[in-house]
T-cell receptor, first 113, second 115 residues
Framework: AQSVTQLGSHVSVSEGALVLLRCNYS??????LFWYVQYPNQGLQLLLK??????LVKGINGFEAEFKKSETSFHLTKPSAHMSDAAEYFC???????????FGQGTRLTINP | EAQVTQNPRYLITVTGKKLTVTCSQN?????MSWYRQDPGLGLRQIYY???????DKGDVPEGYKVSRKEKRNFPLILESPSPNQTSLYFC???FGAGGVNQPQHFGDGTRLSIL
């Protein structure tokens, strides 16, 4: 069965520093990949999605993610963290033809002033 | 405004007292789904529905029921709630099962506490 692993349940960076949130998936066929963000007391909001057209995907709020098939990874990055980026981030995978998203455990991002 | 609306947002109740969490979407989406979110476990799918009168189990369906009598509504029913169902619940909808061009739209969540 496909799975998603997010390394690090909690990541803390300083304002202005690089943000790197890690996601690895297990799948024998190319999946669809997503990053969602959850702000306090809110539902999940789509950040970006992998379309297979390009390995580097740009999303909202300056985030981007790179699909690396050889590493089965889809890490999320942002060059310069902002206080408003503090939230929980979820990586999710959908296998083509399947009827659901499989989510990782989530990574809580804290931004230090 | 396109949205998924869940009610109630918060509920504290007791073991065994039947409850229903409603979910409604105004985007004419065929696909709807319920998830529960628990610390360290991410979101896990409870049930999903591909269209009216078509529902199926997700990964953690035990203790839950759903129905899809209308396209816009997908209520989650706990017939006899137990403390292990204390969790944060999300309803989501999309034009398919969440493919590349069909991202899921999420409600704001319902926090259930079963005492």
């Amino acid at each position: 069965a496909q799975s998603v692993t997010q390394l690090g349940s909690h990541v803390s960076v300083s304002e202005g520093a690089l943000v790197l949130l890690r996601c690895n998936y297990s799948s024998s066929v190319p999946p669809y990949l997503f990053w969602y963000v959850q702000y306090p007391n809110q539902g999940l909001q789509l950040l970006l999605k992998y379309t297979s057209a390009a390995t580097l995907v740009k999303g909202i709020n300056g985030f981007e993610a790179e699909f690396k098939k050889s590493e089965t990874s889809f890490h999320l990055t942002k060059p310069s963290a902002h206080m408003s980026d503090a939230a929980e981030y979820f990586c999710a995978v959908k296998i083509q033809g399947a009827q659901k998203l499989v989510f990782g455990q989530g990574t809580r991002l804290t931004i230090n002033p | 405004e396109a949205q998924v609306t869940q009610n109630p947002r918060y509920l504290i109740t007791v073991t065994g007292k039947k409850l229903t969490v409603t979910c409604s979407q105004n985007m004419n989406h065929e696909y709807m789904s319920w998830y529960r979110q628990d610390p360290g476990l991410g979101l896990r799918q409870i049930y999903y529905s591909m269209n009216v009168e078509v529902t199926d189990k997700g990964d953690v369906p035990e203790g839950y029921k759903v129905s899809r009598k209308e396209k816009r509504n997908f209520p989650l029913i706990l017939e006899s709630p137990s403390p292990n169902q204390t969790s944060l619940y999300f309803c989501a909808s999309s034009f398919g099962a969440g493919g590349v061009n069909q991202p899921q739209h999420f409600g704001d969540g319902t926090r259930l506490s079963i005492l």
